[in-house]
């Protein structure tokens, strides 16, 4: 996950630290969005994902009002999550523009370590995900 980061920090022009964030409210989004046994095949090839994705659920922020929406239609899977999610990168101050450079990066990354199939099965478990991609 570290060379993961480090990309997506070059790539966006952000700091480690900033990237860090991002990729677990992605991750968390993930992680609450997906089944059990794609969540899986995720940190099967990707075992530092689990502790990123936890603490992207701790981030405090919480996506102003999408977040109070999310949290009112049952919590952070579905097209509210993804919605949520990328108000919680907004507010972590990235732009719609690296926001989706990050996605696209990060999607890229799960591909290259387990395969288009679980890419898919991730993006068609969340609605909405695919325009930020």
Known sequence: MEQIIATIAEKLGISSELATKAVGIILNLVDSSV????????YNVLPDARALAQAGGEEAGGGGLMGMASGLFGGGGGAMGAMAAMGK????GLDND????????????????????????????????????
């Open 89 to 92: 990168l907004s507010v972590a």
């Open 98 to 133: 690296q926001i989706t450079e990050m996605g696209k990066s990060l999607m890229s990354s799960v591909g290259d370590a387990g395969g288009e199939e679980l890419v898919g099965q991730i993006v068609n478990s969340i609605p909405g995900l695919d325009k930020f991609i």
């Open 35 to 42: 089944d059990d046994d794609v969540k899986e095949k995720l």
